[in-house]
Structure formats: C-alpha cells, structure tokens
C-alpha cells in the first residue's frame, strides 16, 4: 500500500491546474481555472501525505487561507476520492 500512497502523494505535489480540473470533473467536485491554479501553485513541490489525516488536514486549512473555504472543501472532497 505504501507505493500507492507514494505515488498519489507524488501526482498532488506536481499537479497543474488542467489536472487538477480534469479530475475534480471527473468526481463531479466543481472549481474554477482560477482556483485550481492557485490549488495547483500552491501543491506543487509539497511534501505533504493525503493519506494523514492531520497533514491532509494542515494542507486544507492553508488552501482555505489562499482561495476560500468553500474551494479548500472542494478540494478536500477531491483528496478523500484520493485516498480511498
């Protein structure tokens, strides 16, 4: 399991902003461009593990500070999707 989590935890870290878009589409999680450009600058170079709920949690927060509350919920919607 521990190679799975790896290599979700690498995507999140360098996910572009079309990414990040395509898979909230496909989840049916709805963000703007502008959002998931922020989301995605933001991620990229982070180490941070989704699967712990306090980093993933940590990690929400902050993205609530840089978009909104609402994106940062979106976005956490999408990390559970993850991380299931």
Known sequence: MA???NIIN???SN???DELL???SQFQISITMGQAQKVAGYLR???VNIFNDSERTAL???IA???SP???REVNKLFVKFTK
Do not use: V
Request: aromatic share 8%.
């Open 3 to 5: 190679i799975f989590e």
């Open 10 to 12: 690498h995507k999140i």
């Open 15 to 17: 996910i572009t902003a």
């Open 22 to 24: 395509k898979y909230a």
């Open 45 to 47: 170079g982070k180490k």
């Open 60 to 62: 929400i927060k902050e």
């Open 65 to 67: 500070r840089i978009t």
């Open 70 to 72: 609402e994106t940062a």
